[in-house]
């Protein structure tokens, strides 16, 4: 478990997500959260899903950055990628049905950019991470049950994974907390890096 002794700066989470907060919190890092709020394209500018996450994390962690004197800012961005195309957050719920029936029966890719900024420094530390998400195909019915819980509002790809099980989705590849939104495994150790730099 991290602690707050072992952290010589402050860890500014440039996000408001649900899940990545958990996850920081299950891992026992202290952090502040101070959203970005930046505009997100729907599309990937060069066709390429990796380059897609990794700048629009960098975009998010730079809006924060530049407005802090010190501290680590940790921001991130995770979308779906199916048939070359991004697989972002719905717009309302008939959206949110369009996107699982695309996703339905599938395996598709589930990309996370990280980026840490050492505000004093202007250092940066980028990464992208990949996993393999199975949809189990699903019917009609079971569509509609889905988009009556709501669960799909504000997640990219119209869903978040339930643990321990989740009765839809299976990860083949990749780590769970990247699908979650923030690959701990290896923020982990890109957090000891970036200690040797403070």
């Known amino acids: 478990m991290a602690t707050e002794s072992h952290f010589p700066f402050r860890l500014i989470l440039a996000s408001n997500s649900w899940g990545r907060k958990w996850l920081l919190e299950q891992a026992g890092y202290p952090f502040e959260v101070k959203p970005s709020n930046i505009d997100e394209p729907t599309e990937a500018r060069l066709g390429d899903c990796r380059h897609y996450v990794g700048e629009l994390a960098w975009l998010k962690a730079e809006a924060v950055a530049l ?3 010190d501290g680590l800012v940790i921001a991130a961005d995770t979308v779906g990628w199916l048939h070359g195309r991004v697989i972002g957050k719905p717009d309302d719920e008939a959206h949110a049905g369009r996107i ?16 840490l900024w050492h505000c004093p420094t202007n250092w940066q530390l980028c990464w992208q991470e ?17 988009l009556k819980t709501r669960k799909w509002e504000g997640c990219s ?20 907390s990247n699908v979650v939104g923030l690959p701990m495994e290896s923020l982990a150790k ?3 890096w970036m200690k040797t730099i403070s």
């Not at 990949?130 to 889905?146: F, H, N």
């Open 157 to 176: 790809g119209a869903y978040s994974i339930e643990f321990p099980h989740d009765p839809y989705l299976t990860i083949e590849e990749g780590s769970t």
């Open 67 to 69: 407005k802090e004197p």
């Open 100 to 115: 699982i029936k695309s996703l339905s029966g599938t395996v598709h890719e589930l990309w996370t950019g990280v980026c």
């Open 190 to 192: 890109a957090l000891e």
């Open 130 to 146: 990949r996993s393999l998400v199975r949809m189990k195909a699903l019917s009609d019915a079971e569509i509609t049950a889905y």
